[in-house]
């Protein structure tokens, strides 16, 4: 099983940043390697992905929207993972999700936070 926390979410002003954490913690977890991504949906939206990181922490990748303004990176282990948003716009306003995805033998279990609000609003 995986288990997946966020946090960091808040209101900023147009052109600020943000931080949002996420851990995953688990028995799957424990035993494998996983691969760790962001997600948001705006109101009226479908979810869609922001960024990801490979298990490794080598291979990331961005959506378009947010390239050159977000960074996806690693905590000191492989359970946690923070994104740094900077030069916020309206648009970016969303629940942020962040997804745990991990491969144990020949099962992968996924598991998603609860979501965290960011609004960037003057």
């Known amino acids: 099983q995986v288990e997946v926390v966020e946090s960091g979410g808040g209101l900023v002003q147009p052109g600020g940043s943000l931080k949002l954490s996420c851990v995953a913690s688990?028995?799957?977890?424990?035993?494998?390697?996983?691969?760790m991504s962001w997600y948001r949906q705006a109101p009226g939206k479908e979810r869609a992905l922001v960024a990801t990181?490979?298990?490794?922490?080598?291979?990331?990748d961005y959506a378009d929207p947010v390239k050159g303004r977000f960074s996806i990176s690693g905590g000191n282990d492989k359970n946690t993972v923070f994104l740094q948003m900077n030069t916020l716009k309206p648009e970016d306003t969303a629940v942020y999700y962040c997804?745990?995805?991990?491969?144990?033998?020949?099962?992968?279990?996924?598991?998603w936070g609860q979501g965290t609000q960011v609004t960037v609003s003057a």
């Open positions: 997804k745990a995805e991990v491969k144990v033998i020949a099962r992968t279990y996924v598991g």
């Open positions: 688990g028995s799957a977890v424990t035993f494998g390697n996983p691969t």
């Open positions: 990181m490979t298990s490794t922490g080598v291979g990331t």
